[in-house]
């Protein structure tokens, strides 16, 4: 099976950046485009179908992190579900404290809503990470007082795939009397997740790394866990997120974590085996000139970021039309400067600046992983070995 919009096109190893959206979700979907425009909240007939989806769609993505549909609330994206996240529950507490604890390698939906925060009165506190891009829970033992109203640690970094060691954190968070959220964007759909295992009173998750569109996220609230909105107007989702719910969107977001429920966890090991052919192929074409960057364990299966000696991962790319990867997180892109995860993991500059991310997807074959290595390896081979 292959994806119509990958035929033609490069290789597409850039599946953190985003996804093509599932044939099946946009089955899903279209009848709540064409057909199905109510208003869920009306009381006539025409609300039926789309208030009924909706629902469906909670169940739906509930099941995928093992929450109950009363937990999830719809929202425009990642962004905005990290935004509720973090403003939501910090400012819900700030009668018990001013303190929000991040780390540095967060994606900047979670970063630049920490530091909104500023603007209230909070100070935020930026954990280091190790080599390996993981936060060290005594780091969280260290700087949590009995001020800190909420910790924000992601599941697993984008760039380079690294889980955090939520339980453990989410555990240190609870004893100081704070709440735990967690970006689960790059995770939701690639690898089995539950909030209970977590821990966590908070959870992101973001269509379009999903194989649903852009544009359509949603945020676990545990119950009971106080938040205010960020967003003002109706009583929709449970008076946490304002607006006409955008019903093919969420549609789409359910039928996709339906789908991801499904094959998981045998899709978590394929992508784990196309993942690793392509990394042997890099291996084999340029023996001892492939580093791995991030946990070499302990980390998404769909992940491989790696340095290529005396590389430049930007002209690298650009030399190599045929594969569509990246270098650094997507969303920095344009600038000129190495990975800011890459630099705060302690990686030289020089090591940074030769970084690709490869990451593979439902419809990337092994076939194509091993033609993507050979491509790369040509390139440098031609361009950068005499560098090395
Ligand atoms: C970890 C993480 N969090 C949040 C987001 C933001 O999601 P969205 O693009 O839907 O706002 C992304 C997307 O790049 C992400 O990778």
Known sequence: MTHPALT????????????????????????????????????????????????EARRQVADLIGATPGEIVFTGGGSEADTLAIRGAALAARDHGDQVITQVTEHPAVLEACRSLTAEGFTVTQLPVDEFGRVDPADLRAAITDNTVLVSVMTA????????????????????????????????????????????????????????????????????????????????????????????????????AAIATTDLPSSA??????????????????????????????????????????????????????????????????????SAVLIAMGLVHDRASAALRLTVGRWTTPEEAKEAARLLADTYLTKFQASA
């Not at 100081?176 to 970006?183: F, I, N, S, Y």
């Not at 205010?228 to 304002?242: D, F, K, T, Y």
């Open 8 to 55: 033609d096109g490069p290789i597409y190893l850039d599946h953190n950046a985003t996804t093509p959206i599932d044939p099946r979700v946009i089955d899903a979907a279209l009848p709540y485009l064409t057909h199905h425009f109510g208003n869920p909240s009306s009381s006539h007939a025409y609300a039926a179908k789309p208030r009924a989806a909706v629902a």
């Open 157 to 256: 970094n984008g760039e380079t795939g690294t889980l955090q060691p939520v339980p453990e954190l989410a555990a240190i968070a609870h004893r100081h009397g704070a709440l735990m959220h967690t970006d689960a964007a790059q995770v939701a759909g690639k690898a089995p997740l539950d909030v209970t295992e977590l821990g966590v009173d908070l959870l992101t998750v973001v269509g379009h790394k999903m194989y649903a569109p852009k544009g359509v996220g949603a945020l676990y609230v545990r119950t009971g866990t106080s938040i205010v909105p960020i967003i003002h107007g109706a009583s929709q989702e449970q008076g946490l997120r304002a607006g006409t719910e955008s019903v093919a969107l969420i549609v789409a977001l359910g039928a996709a």
């Open 269 to 338: 090991n394929r992508l784990a085996s196309t993942r690793d052919t392509l990394h042997r192929e890099l291996d084999r074409l340029l023996p001892g000139a492939v580093q791995l960057n991030g946990h070499p364990v302990d980390r998404l299966p769909n992940t491989l970021n790696v340095s290529l000696a005396g590389a430049d991962g930007k002209a690298l790319l650009a030399a190599t039309p045929h594969v569509a990867a990246a270098t650094g997180s997507a969303c920095h892109e344009g600038l000129d400067i190495p």
